[in-house]
């Protein structure tokens, strides 16, 4: 073992621009005593390949002169190697605090799994499990059978079957029964989910042709009753979750179309989107369509979300009939969106809560967090003001303030959910624009990044989310730092 010290510059030559000579070779930098000690603990592989990167990086720094000696000083050449080591180990995905204000926020993940299906996900990812395999028989079992009888427990449904989330579940259902057939579809219901999911992209991707009927506003049954042809292979709804046509509007409910559909011998398909199992109204929430209504209503097949008012796992959802399900479930494409075991195991856990509806708004993180009281939130925003007002102080000021939140995730997109939270304005008008980007980028480079929303001129702090006020308390000293 060799110290760095005896191949490099030294310090007191620190001011000199540096030459190629100056530079150590990577073997020399791989036999410095604490570079070693990083080679036994990560292995020589990855220690190597970032050594070699950093000389590179160097010699190029070298070659146009832009670096002074100092910066191959023994120390300052081990702080560089360490800080690639960290940022190469350091995950690109994080823990963030969502204080947007939108529950169920798709870009920071959507719903927050309960403590029950992160320890059932744990114990299932952590040994073999039966995933596909029959412990009464010893035989081939199905990953269906996992959630399947649950599913109709808490449906009503006579069958069901999970795919990779409610887009996977929409295709397949579209592919599965009316390939190289017509779907019927009302123009009022043709939605973009955002991403890709385009109604009219997913008939066509399905291989299914689509006929729309009605008019963006209103649709009737017999716009539905003189579409239907010898081609007609499945009526379709679609729960329209992130937008709300309102004045003169009409649409066909899925009892008067269901016989309508059966009438005909064709089944009716829904999709639902976000699906709630329990009603909303319970807490005060606006209320959102549930998948056993539906069946009620005598549809075939609905589908919905893992991740959304759930509050599981990615995951689509598919409940209905014996007779769809099964085809469904025979089709090839079932294969290739088969669902994972990770979300599997957390889905069944997930479901299991909903056996007991009254934990429901207690145990799952995202009803806990929607069914908040508004009291709640705002008696935290008080302990939190001052506190926040003091570090951003003079530049900023910070009150407490009314806030409207949203569900998200496309549900009930017109609903707002009252909260509180804080809001933090820059103290003078000019410049502050540029405040504001400084204090949203002071807040994302926090080690939780906080992410809250700019609206009118002021970053709002919506509290409805932060269930651990230490989590934003006990950053603030480096907030200040940020921002000094
Ligand atoms: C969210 C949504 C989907 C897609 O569900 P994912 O689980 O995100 O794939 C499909 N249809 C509707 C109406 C939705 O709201």
């Not at 009888?149 to 592919?175: Q, R």
């Not at 409910?253 to 909303?280: F, I, K, M, Q, W």
Request: proline share 5%.
């Amino acid at each position: 073992m060799t110290r760095l010290e005896e191949s490099v510059v030294d310090g007191s030559k620190a001011d000199e621009a540096a030459t190629r000579q100056d530079l150590p070779s990577i073997d020399r930098l791989l036999r410095d005593t604490t570079v070693a000690e990083w080679v036994s603990e990560h292995g020589h592989t990855m220690i190597a390949r970032e050594t070699r990167a950093l000389v590179e990086e160097l010699r190029a720094e070298v070659q146009a002169s832009k670096v002074s000696r100092s910066i191959l000083t023994p120390e300052s050449l081990r702080l560089a190697l360490h800080q690639r080591l960290s940022a190469r180990l350091a995950p690109r995905m994080r823990n963030v605090l969502n204080l947007t204000g939108t529950v169920i926020h798709t870009n920071l993940g959507r719903a927050l799994l309960a403590n029950d299906a992160l320890s059932h996900l744990l114990k299932m990812m952590s040994g073999p499990n039966n995933l596909e395999y029959d412990l009464e028989t010893g035989g081939r079992g199905d990953r269906d059978n996992i959630v399947e009888e649950l599913l109709c427990t808490l449906t009503g449904a006579e069958a069901a079957t999970v795919v990779n989330n409610n887009a996977a579940a929409v295709l397949l259902t579209i592919a599965s029964i009316a390939r190289n057939r017509e779907v019927i579809v009302s123009r009022g219901e043709l939605v973009e989910i955002g991403g890709a999911f385009r109604m009219p992209d997913v008939m066509a991707s399905a291989g299914a042709h689509m006929i729309e009927v009605g008019t963006t506003n209103r649709t009737h049954l017999h716009d539905y009753e003189r579409a239907i042809s010898e081609r007609t292979a499945l009526l379709m709804k679609v729960h329209t979750s992130n937008y709300a046509v309102q004045g003169f509007t009409s649409s066909v409910n899925e009892a008067e179309l269901s016989t309508l559909a059966h009438a005909r011998g064709l089944p009716v398909a829904t999709d639902l989107g976000s699906g709630a199992l329990v009603d909303l109204t319970t807490w005060g929430l606006p209320r959102e369509p549930m998948p056993q209504d539906m069946l009620t209503a005598g549809c075939d097949i609905v589908t919905f979300s893992g991740d959304k008012l759930l509050g599981g796992p990615q995951a689509g959802l598919i409940v209905g009939s014996k007779a769809a399900v099964a085809k469904i479930r025979k089709f090839p494409m079932k294969r290739a969106l088969r669902m994972s075991k990770l979300p599997l195991a957390a889905l069944e856990a997930t479901l299991m809560v909903y056996l007991r509806p009254e934990r429901v708004a207690k145990d799952l993180p995202t009803l806990r967090m929607l069914t908040r009281p508004e009291a709640d939130i705002r008696r935290i925003s008080e302990m939190l003001c001052p506190m926040v007002a003091e570090v951003v102080a003079p530049r900023f000021n910070v009150r407490v303030e009314s806030m409207l939140g949203q569900i998200g995730s496309g549900s009930l997109p017109v609903e707002r959910l009252p909260s509180a939270g804080l809001a933090i304005a820059p103290a003078s008008k000019k410049g502050a624009g540029r405040m504001l980007d400084e204090i949203a980028t002071a807040l994302r480079r926090l080690p939780l990044p906080v992410i809250g929303r700019i609206s009118e001129d002021r970053m709002l702090l919506d509290l409805r989310c932060l269930e651990q006020p230490s989590d934003l308390t006990g950053q603030l000293e480096q907030l200040r730092q940020q921002l000094a």
